[in-house]
T-cell receptor, first 113, second 122 residues
Framework: SQQGEEDPQALSIQEGENATMNCSYK?????LQWYRQNSGRGLVHLIL?????REKHSGRLRVTLDTSKKSSSLLITASRAADTASYFC?????????????FGTGTKLQVIP | GAVVSQHPSRVICKSGTSVKIECRSL??????MFWYRQFPKQSLMLMAT?????????EQGVEKDKFLINHASLTLSTLTVTSAHPEDSSFYIC??????????????????FGQGTRLTVV
């Protein structure tokens, strides 16, 4: 079953602008991960934020996590045309010796040069 | 990061035939592997959890007799789509899970994914 919902479903911005994607989920989590997927291809891991963290940075990426609201956001600053892709949040839950990962609905980002 | 190899990357098969997809964990022993399916323009849906040496656990709505999962070793899980039909055409992707003793050991653990398999049934 789908764990999370993302919004917006689609986002179109000009190169150089910032892009913000939001993810809401339903249950408790171990950590939350963000992935990028270029059209028809595999997943690229972007960043992981632990359940006991509130904010994390990696290059042009900034992720926040609010476990009380069961939500996370991904901010991409100074966007580039190469950032055009689908972005998915994925929640990880510990379950009986392993970690189960379920994905949100995704946000399709288009960065216009 | 860890390397998970999935093969084949693309396969076209005739309706009614079976297709096997392999998922290998190359640099760690994966007691657990996961299989996802992604229809065009949709998200990844977890199909089943594969545990080495035991039966797979299927998510609700996934036919276990149609999607046979075998996790015969700590580095290999296979997904066989039996009697494939055009509606089974999809992107299938596996993930390997590192073992851990407790919930705390997973706090920083990302999932490791294969490259995916594009299945087209004609």
């Amino acid at each position: 079953s789908q764990q999370g919902e993302e919004d917006p479903q689609a986002l179109s911005i000009q190169e150089g602008e910032n892009a913000t994607m939001n993810c809401s989920y339903k249950t408790s989590i171990n950590n939350l991960q963000w992935y990028r997927q270029n059209s028809g291809r595999g997943l690229v891991h972007l960043i992981l934020i632990r359940s006991n963290e509130r904010e994390k940075h990696s290059g042009r990426l900034r992720v926040t996590l609010d476990t009380s609201k069961k939500s996370s956001s991904l901010l991409i600053t100074a966007s580039r045309a190469a950032d055009t892709a689908s972005y998915f949040c994925a929640t990880a839950l510990y379950s009986g010796g392993y970690q189960k990962v379920t994905f949100g609905t995704g946000t399709k980002l288009q960065v216009i040069p | 990061g860890a390397v998970v190899s999935q093969h084949p990357s693309r396969v076209i098969c005739k309706s009614g035939t079976s297709v096997k997809i392999e998922c290998r964990s190359l640099d760690f022993q994966a007691t657990t592997m996961f299989w996802y399916r992604q229809f065009p323009k949709q998200s990844l849906m977890l199909m089943a959890t594969s545990n080495e040496g035991s039966k797979a656990t299927y998510e609700q709505g996934v036919e276990k007799d149609k999607f046979l999962i075998n996790h015969a070793s700590l580095t290999l899980s296979t997904l066989t789509v039996t009697s494939a039909h055009p509606e089974d055409s999809s992107f299938y992707i596996c993930s390997a899970g590192k073992p851990g003793r407790s919930e705390l050991s997973f706090l920083n653990t990302e999932a490791f994914f294969g490259q995916g398999t594009r299945l087209t049934v004609v």
